[in-house]
């Protein structure tokens, strides 16, 4: 019991020494404020982008350098490196009360080291992996003078069209929610302050991902049960995380900029959810209220934005120009620039730069750590982990050692920036490993003949005819196709989001010469490729994979590393189905299996399933799900549903397996998806090796949005399934709610 009590106590002695320290920070705040004139109040909540403060002379606007030793400044992004940084802070520390500057940058995946981009690191399923992979982007960021990242994208997509799907976390809740929680964690570690982590922001508040059409900033309209359903519960699990800021995004939700929404972020976020951090508008976005039509003026979108809770102004200086005066004539309450002020202070005490402003801009420390050599192998690592098996026709893979001459073809088989894709904010781009290099390292003694075959967005087929011979002179061929780097990000949407030039006429070509033909296919969404995913004999999908992209695919193709990757996104036949996702309804005209063919929810000229499924990805080994067990066929006065089953290794490889556990209501008064994600683990296991795979179902689980209501569970019928993939249910079982 002693035992017991001590750590009662250390628990308790925690909480009050966090609510301790939270008291101090607040009094030093209050205090600072007393001093601040109506000017020094607006100035924190101003935020400019470094370029045209450390670019080229000519470029500087020679008045940004000015507000910034005024005090009109409370942030700079875009300034990076301890000598920028250190001058910028000087520049500051010149004003009259000395308040320091917050540096921040969209470090998204990786800083001087490129990992995978997000949607490629979502695709390993491996929380740990991805924590991991925040903390080591952190660490450089840190070290290079960065108090802030711009990140994690926690936008649900489920709109391949969409260019910013790369950024996030694909289409499911429950996994974004868990990878939300993974990179906060991963960026902030376990007290800001460290410097060794840089505050998060989750961005972009609130569902931009759904922007109609795929197309980037456009309108987004659902009902509050989809937002609350689908869109919101990463930006909750990123809050109860404990992120530092949040940002918001260009989109309108129903009607209103997400901007000047005060149903975000003031009713959900700072009240409903009760957050203390601050919020950053998006580049510009409260001027853009103007050519939105919902503000007239300038004057207008600032105080639209202040009442509506978005606390600073990421470049687009309405707080500066404005609300000084809408303050002095009353039209906005100074309580609101009090609120917002107050929120940002905050966060400079707790990163300690009071204390020391260049505590985060140390030459000797940016120097150390750029020289880590572990990062470079955590970035391989992570790759390994976040590459998809999608097709291995008679087991071509992995690459046999009787195979000698092996054609490498098509247009990034030798890239190299294209494999870092975009928001690379310090990169040596020609660092990357292409796969090109990755092979010949790895299979030293094996020869590779290259021929590029065609560009990636060309209509030029003359040189088909060298990729040709070139395939026609080796044992096997591998073939690198995809999109441009450049393609996915920020206004990078797509109309046709097929492989891009003539890459699949290519493939035909290059398959007509009778060899096996491997394809490794890249690119920053889920693309359409349905001649090379029926002809093919081995499909492995990368998505980007950042710097060690070359190892890590020889890693894969030689079986150095098993591959384990699951699609965070569903794959499309046409993008004619699209928004095609695995969470849908059943509709009151479902495709029977078979039957009458008329009046169901369908295409005449497609099936509905997809070409890859949501969840899906292959290994070279085997598992089977047996023993399925429930200990309890009724939940009942809270009670949870405890479930196992037995996950055995049935092949000859040592492997992973992303075993997933989706749940159906199958009655409610709101309809239900026909199944939802709401568990899943990432196992390994030796050949043979059999493992218990333990589920927990709560009641929580169970529940669905209801407007008027909020989150409630109905008593009823329930169904559970486990599988490795959304379209894959291994083991399902009933069970009931009361
Ligand atoms: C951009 C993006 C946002 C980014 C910000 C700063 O427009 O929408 O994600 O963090 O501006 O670069």
């Given at each position: 019991m002693?035992?017991y009590n001590?750590?009662l106590g250390f628990l308790?002695?925690q909480?009050?020494?966090v609510?301790?320290?939270?008291?101090?920070?607040s009094?030093r705040?209050d205090?600072l404020?007393?001093?601040?004139t109506?000017?020094?109040?607006?100035?924190q909540?101003?935020?400019?982008?470094?370029r045209?403060?450390?670019?080229?002379?000519?470029?500087?606007?020679?008045?940004?350098?000015?507000?910034?030793?005024?005090g009109?400044?409370?942030?700079?992004?875009?300034?990076?490196?301890?000598?920028?940084?250190?001058?910028?802070?000087?520049?500051a520390l010149k004003?009259?009360?000395?308040?320091p500057?917050?540096?921040s940058?969209?470090?998204?995946?990786g800083?001087?080291t490129v990992?995978?981009?997000?949607?490629?690191e979502a695709?390993?399923?491996?929380?740990?992996?991805?924590k991991?992979?925040?903390h080591?982007?952190?660490k450089e960021?840190a070290?290079?003078?960065?108090?802030?990242?711009?990140?994690?994208?926690?936008d649900?997509?489920?709109?391949p069209?969409?260019?910013?799907?790369?950024e996030?976390?694909g289409e499911?809740?429950?996994?974004?929610?868990?990878i939300a929680?993974?990179?906060v964690k991963?960026?902030q570690?376990?007290q800001?302050g460290?410097?060794?982590?840089?505050?998060a922001?989750?961005?972009h508040?609130?569902?931009y991902?759904?922007?109609i059409?795929?197309r980037?900033y456009?309108p987004v309209d659902?009902s509050?049960?989809q937002?609350?359903?689908?869109?919101?519960p990463?930006?909750k699990?990123a809050?109860?995380?404990?992120?530092?800021?949040?940002?918001?995004?260009?989109?309108?939700?129903n009607?209103?900029?997400?901007?000047?929404?005060?149903?975000?972020?003031?009713?959900i976020?700072?009240?409903?959810?009760?957050y203390k951090?601050f919020v950053?508008?998006?580049?510009g976005?409260?001027?853009e209220?103007?050519p939105?039509?919902f503000?007239?003026?300038?004057?207008e979108?600032?105080?639209?934005a202040?009442?509506a809770?978005?606390?600073?102004?990421m470049e687009?200086?309405?707080?500066?120009n404005e609300l000084?005066?809408?303050?002095?004539?009353?039209?906005i309450s100074?309580?609101?620039?009090?609120?917002a002020?107050?929120?940002i202070?905050?966060?400079k005490f707790?990163l300690?730069?009071f204390e020391n402003?260049?505590?985060f801009?140390?030459f000797?420390?940016?120097d150390?750590v750029?020289?880590?050599?572990t990062?470079a192998a955590?970035a391989?690592?992570m790759?390994?982990?976040s590459?998809?098996l999608?097709?291995?026709e008679?087991?071509?893979l992995p690459?046999?050692t009787?195979v000698?001459?092996?054609?490498?073809?098509?247009?990034?088989v030798?890239?190299?920036?294209?494999?870092a894709?975009?928001?690379?904010v310090?990169?040596?781009?020609t660092?990357?490993?292409?796969v090109?290099?990755?092979?010949?390292q790895?299979f030293?003694?094996m020869k590779?003949?290259?021929?590029?075959?065609?560009?990636?967005?060309?209509?030029?087929?003359?040189?088909?005819?060298?990729?040709?011979?070139t395939a026609q002179?080796?044992?096997?061929?591998?073939?690198?196709?995809?999109?441009?780097?450049n393609?996915?990000?920020?206004?990078k949407?797509?109309a046709?989001i097929e492989?891009?030039?003539?890459?699949?006429?290519?493939?035909?070509k290059?398959?007509?010469?009778?060899?096996?033909?491997i394809?490794?296919v890249?690119?920053?969404?889920?693309?359409i490729?349905?001649?090379i995913?029926?002809?093919?004999?081995?499909i492995v999908?990368?998505?980007?994979?950042g710097?060690?992209a070359?190892?890590a695919i020889?890693?894969?193709?030689?079986?150095?590393?098993?591959?384990?990757?699951?699609?965070p996104?569903t794959?499309p036949?046409?993008v004619?189905?699209?928004?095609l996702?695995?969470?849908y309804a059943?509709?009151?005209?479902p495709?029977?299996?078979?039957g009458?063919?008329h009046?169901r929810?369908a295409?005449?000229?497609?099936?509905?399933?997809?070409?890859?499924?949501?969840g899906?990805?292959m290994s070279y080994?085997?598992f089977?799900?047996?023993?399925l067990?429930?200990?309890?066929?009724?939940?009942?006065?809270?009670e949870?549903?405890n479930?196992?089953?037995?996950?055995?290794?049935?092949?000859k490889?040592k492997?992973?397996?992303?075993?997933?556990?989706?749940l159906?209501?199958?009655v409610a008064s709101?309809v239900r998806?026909v199944k939802e994600?709401?568990?899943?683990?990432?196992?390994e296991?030796e050949?043979g090796e059999?493992k218990?795979?333990?589920?927990?179902?709560?009641?929580e689980m169970?529940?669905?949005?209801?407007?008027?209501?909020?989150?409630?569970?109905e008593?009823?019928?329930?169904k559970l399934?486990v599988?490795?993939a959304s379209?894959?249910m291994r083991?399902?079982?009933?069970?009931k709610?009361e």
């Open positions: 002693k035992r001590w750590l308790c002695l909480v009050f020494n609510q301790a320290q939270e008291q101090f920070i009094k705040v205090s404020l007393k001093l601040m109506l000017k020094e109040k607006i100035g909540l101003n935020q400019y982008s470094g045209e403060v450390t670019g080229p002379a000519n470029d500087r606007k020679a008045y940004l350098l000015k507000d910034i030793q005024n009109m400044v409370g942030s700079m992004l875009n300034v990076k490196g301890v000598k920028d940084t250190r001058e910028i802070q000087a520049e004003s009259r009360l000395k308040i500057l917050l540096f940058l969209d470090v998204v995946h800083y001087k990992f995978p981009v997000p949607l490629s695709a390993s399923w491996d929380m740990e992996a991805i991991q992979s925040a080591i982007a952190a960021a070290a290079s003078g960065i108090h802030w990242t711009f990140a994690p994208m926690v649900i997509a489920r709109d069209r969409w260019g910013r799907v790369m996030g976390a499911d809740p429950f996994l974004g929610s868990a929680r993974a990179r991963g960026f570690g376990e800001l460290a410097t060794d982590a840089v505050m922001c989750v961005k508040f609130a569902a991902g759904a922007a059409a795929g980037d456009n659902m509050e049960q937002l609350r359903e689908i869109y919101l990463p930006f699990a809050a109860e995380a404990g992120a530092a800021t949040f940002m918001n995004a260009f989109n309108t939700l009607g209103v900029p997400a901007t000047a929404s005060t149903f975000l972020q003031r009713d976020l700072k009240k409903e959810w009760n951090g950053v508008s998006d580049w976005s409260i001027r209220m103007i939105w039509g503000a007239a003026n300038l004057s979108a600032a105080a639209y202040i009442t809770g978005s606390d600073m102004d687009s200086e309405a707080y500066k000084e005066k809408l303050i002095q004539t009353g039209k100074v309580d609101l620039l009090d609120d002020v107050k929120r202070l905050y966060k707790e300690g730069l402003p260049y505590k801009s140390d000797k420390r940016e150390i750029m020289k880590d050599k990062h955590a391989r690592s790759a390994d982990k590459i998809v999608l097709k291995n008679h087991q071509i690459l046999q009787d000698k001459k092996i054609a490498l073809i098509g247009p990034l030798r890239a190299k920036a294209d494999l894709s975009t928001w690379t310090y990169a040596d781009t660092q990357m490993t292409s090109e290099e990755g092979l010949k790895r030293g003694t590779f003949n290259y021929a590029e075959g065609c560009k990636i967005n060309t209509s030029d087929t003359s040189k088909f005819n060298e990729a040709i011979q002179n080796a044992d096997l061929v591998v073939m690198v196709l995809g999109e441009a780097g393609m996915t990000g920020e206004a949407s797509r046709n492989l891009p030039g003539v890459q699949e006429a290519l493939f035909q290059i398959k007509k010469t009778g060899k096996k033909v394809v490794v890249m690119g920053g969404r889920p693309l490729f349905n001649t995913a029926d002809q093919a004999d081995a999908y990368t998505f980007w994979l710097g060690e070359g190892h020889a890693d894969v193709l030689s079986a150095d590393y098993n591959p384990s990757g699951k699609l996104m794959f036949r046409s004619g189905q699209v928004p996702f695995y969470n059943n509709t009151g005209r495709v029977a299996k078979s009458d063919i009046y929810s295409y005449i000229d497609s099936p509905n399933t997809p070409r890859y499924a949501f899906f990805g080994t085997d089977s799900y047996t023993d067990r429930k200990d309890k066929e009724i939940m009942k006065g809270g949870n549903l479930v196992s089953f037995t996950l055995t290794n049935t092949g490889r492997g992973e397996e992303v075993v997933q556990l989706y159906q209501d199958k709101v998806p994600l709401k568990g899943f683990d990432k196992v296991l050949p059999s218990t795979i333990k589920f927990v179902i709560t009641p169970l529940a669905f949005y209801k407007s008027e209501r909020g989150w409630i569970t008593p009823g019928s329930f399934m599988g490795g379209d894959q083991l399902e079982s009933d069970f709610l």
